[in-house]
């Protein structure tokens, strides 16, 4: 069953929420955006229903916030359907919005076609503009080519999909080069560096993210 994290102020809202969505989904109820923020930090959802009129922080805010940090995907609950306030939102990162009072089918029809949409990417994996497509094995950097060697793809890939793991250089001669090839630990270095130096050429900040763990190997942090 997907989980969706619930984000608004009202109590009320929050639980006719949760009574028309808890057939089909698990619902994380959550009134206090810094509280569902930090929810987030040691918790994956696969949706977020996130009100626009809060006094801690506004929905605005929350999403950019989580834009920061996270791909999931999430639709706004506003009550005002103003063409600018809805723009605002979808330039802030949300995937849809819907206005109050709505409809339950309709809201039920909005999550299914955004999980649809998320489900259709689950071979792009996302990450603060980089978008690493395992069909067409590319990675682009704001929607512009980083040009990879297989064996870089390979080492992309494994890193973003396994963030804050750190892999020894031993880990990632196996995972990469397989069991059979023998290569020496200064070819992972030289990999390592040649992906920084494609990374930065694109204009990403590649030393705050792909991180050397002395002594170890490297890791792929996800916060900045």
Request: net charge negative; with cysteine; aromatic share 10%.
């Amino acid at each position: 069953m997907k989980t969706i994290l619930l984000i608004d102020d009202e109590t009320m809202m929050l639980d006719l929420l949760s009574l028309y969505l808890s057939p089909m989904y698990n619902c994380i109820k959550k009134e206090s955006p810094l509280d569902a923020l930090r929810y987030l930090e040691s918790n994956s959802v696969d949706l977020i229903l996130l009100d626009i009129m809060m006094p801690e922080m506004d929905g605005w805010q929350v999403c950019q916030e989580i834009r920061k940090h996270w791909d999931t995907p999430i639709i706004m609950l506003t009550a005002m359907s103003e063409k600018t306030d809805i723009v605002k939102g979808l330039k802030y990162g949300s995937d849809d919005y819907i206005s109050k009072p709505f409809d339950e089918e309709e809201l039920i029809a909005r999550i299914e076609a955004v999980l649809r949409r998320q489900t259709s990417n689950s071979n792009k994996v996302f990450f603060h503009g980089l978008v690493l497509d395992n069909d067409s094995h590319q990675l682009q950097y704001n929607e512009q080519n980083v040009p990879l060697t297989p064996k870089e793809f390979s080492m992309m890939n494994l890193f973003l999909s396994n963030p804050n793991k750190v892999f020894t250089r031993e880990h990632l001669i196996t995972n990469i080069w397989g069991y059979e090839v023998s290569t020496e630990d200064r070819t992972i270095d030289s990999h390592v560096r040649n992906l920084r130096d494609k990374l930065r050429k694109s204009d990403f900040p590649a030393e705050e993210f792909l991180q050397t763990v002395w002594g170890v190997g490297y890791k792929w942090t996800s916060k900045e």
